[in-house]
């Protein structure tokens, strides 16, 4: 037996440190369970790709709104293009004023053109672009988890 | 009459139950008086003895007491709430109806509950700033005084969960805004705002998660932080009084 150290390590204070040191990892263990536990894995909402019947819905230069899928379709002179109806505020649902040729948000005033631009109020971006492609089956798809570049436009 | 009443109270203060329920036992001393409050665990939390003057309604206006009684109103009301509320959708909005229009006193304990909550969040702040203006804030009430905020925020979130239980159109765009604006805090906004709806939308989830905070966790966080704070009190020297009025 070596007894060089005249620091004494008694039997207790190395139980402490176990136990604390256990706690601290039971700790980290916890929170990380619990973070995990609380992020739902499985989502029961609804696609983010939404089905809006055939193209020619939507005559020349119009605005339509779909409050079900919660977007707009504007066919333009340069074809069709989708933006998305949620305020880039606080997420309100926005509404086409077909007489004041605007979008409109009830919450705070914010005011886009048909372009989606912001012409008023406290919205932070431009409402969103979304993707739209044609399906097989000839139907307009609007994917409204994919925001696209405000070039592009969906010729019919 | 009154004398008869009074012998079988000492006697009944006296049996074997009473006193294994109440230690201090019969006697009207002030030892008697000090035991009773102090060996109540409900009770203990006050102090033994008061000043008459921090008893006065010009000392606290009872904000802090009014507050504590809304909170026993809105507990109350709220566990007969939730015997006729399913925290799912669409059915919460069907069973909020049904408190208003088919249950017996529903509308009665629904608007109970509402005004209540209401008051709590007034006094509350009527509260604090009579706190603030009157200095009591100032040490050794400190600590205290942070307590309070607590109580506060506990307050403003057990309000906030409450708002979205109607699931009303109300309801659905004040949390869809409110979790809009925790979403704008940097780096894990976006998080926060999952894990506290549950989703990325005010969904079935959320309504689970907020009836949750709202009836379980927010309501017992609440009477642990109120009780630290009646015990402080105490522990801070009593009610805060002005030191230039005379004493009655």
């Not at chain 1, 263990?29 to 020619?56: Q, R, T, W």
């Not at chain 1, 779909?66 to 707009?72: Q, S």
């Not at chain 2, 208003?100 to 529903?106: E, L, R, T």
């Not at chain 2, 506990?154 to 969960?161: D, H, M, Q, V």
């Amino acid at each position: 037996m070596e007894q060089e150290d005249t620091r004494e390590v008694t039997r207790r204070d190395s139980f402490i440190k176990l136990g604390l040191g256990s706690l601290a990892v039971a700790g980290c263990g916890a929170a990380v369970f619990g973070y995990e536990f609380l992020s739902p894995n499985v989502l029961y909402e609804p696609s983010p790709i939404a089905n809006l019947g055939k193209p020619d819905r939507f005559p020349p230069d119009s605005v339509t709104a779909d409050p079900v899928a919660g977007v707009y379709i504007i066919h333009a002179a340069e074809g069709l293009y989708a933006l998305s109806a949620t305020c880039t505020h606080l997420g309100c649902f926005t509404a086409w004023k077909p007489e004041l040729g605007i979008i409109a948000c009830p919450c705070h005033g914010s005011k886009f053109n048909r372009l989606g631009v912001k012409i008023d109020g406290p919205a932070p971006r431009p409402l969103p672009r979304l993707k739209i492609s044609i399906s097989d089956e000839g139907d307009l798809l609007v994917d409204r988890s994919t925001v696209v570049t405000p070039d592009q436009f969906l010729r019919t | 009459m009154t004398k008869a009443i009074e012998g079988y109270w000492n006697d009944l203060r006296g049996t074997k139950v009473w006193r294994s329920v109440f230690r201090s036992g019969a006697g009207s001393s002030n030892l008697h008086h000090a035991l009773a409050v102090q060996q109540n665990v409900f009770l203990h939390l006050a102090s033994v003895k008061m000043r008459r003057r921090s008893l006065a309604f010009g000392a606290t206006w009872y904000l802090g007491t009014l507050t504590l009684a809304t909170f026993f109103i809105l507990t109350g009301t709220g566990i007969l709430l939730m015997l006729y509320y399913h925290p799912s959708v669409p059915q919460a909005y069907a069973d909020m109806k049904d408190l208003q229009f088919v249950v017996s006193a529903g509308v009665f304990l629904r608007n109970l509950h509402r005004w209540s909550a209401q008051a709590m969040v007034f006094l509350v702040f009527a509260h604090m700033f009579k706190v603030f203006y009157r200095g009591a804030y100032r040490p050794p009430r400190e600590f205290n005084w942070v307590i309070g905020v607590v109580l506060l925020i506990i307050t403003l979130f057990l309000s906030y969960t409450g708002y979205l239980l109607p699931w009303d159109q109300l309801a659905f765009w004040a949390i869809t805004v409110g979790s809009n604006i925790m979403s704008a805090v940097p780096l894990f906004g976006q998080k926060v705002r999952f894990l506290m709806l549950g989703g990325n939308t005010v969904n079935a989830n959320a309504l689970l998660r907020f009836y949750v905070l709202h009836c379980v966790v927010l309501p017992l966080a609440a009477a642990v932080f109120i009780a630290i704070h009646f015990w402080r009190i105490r522990k801070d020297g009593g009610l805060h009084t002005e030191k230039a009025t005379t004493d009655e």
